[in-house]
């Protein structure tokens, strides 16, 4: 589930930099200027951010499911 949220915020923040990159000047002076540095690089952290929580995401162990699957059955024939 969490990996489908990885991806949708990757790519929503790839369109959005497709569309805002044209539009900002990095080279203009005063305000727009840092606008568009601050807006790049919050972009650029965004997009790392989401990239190392997408590929460093701790595996799911099936080894676990096997142990929790036994103690129901433990726990099942308790009941009876």
Same mark, same amino acid.
């Not at 305000?31 to 540095?37: C, M, N, R």
């Given at each position: 589930m969490n990996k489908n949220r990885y991806l949708l915020c990757l790519l929503a923040c790839g369109m959005m930099l497709y569309y805002a990159l044209p539009k900002l @000047?990095?080279?203009?002076?005063?305000? !727009?200027?840092?606008? @568009?540095?601050?807006? *790049?690089? *919050?972009c650029l952290f965004v997009i790392a951010g989401n990239l190392s929580a997408l590929l460093y995401a701790p595996k +799911? !162990?099936?080894? !676990?499911? +096997?142990?929790? @699957?036994? &103690?129901? $059955? &433990? &726990?099942? $024939?308790?009941?009876?």
């Open positions: @000047s990095v080279t203009a002076e005063g305000l !727009a200027g840092i606008f @568009s540095i601050s807006w *790049l690089v *919050l +799911k !162990a099936k080894s !676990a499911n +096997k142990t929790t @699957s036994q &103690k129901t $059955r &433990k &726990k099942l $024939r308790q009941y009876n």
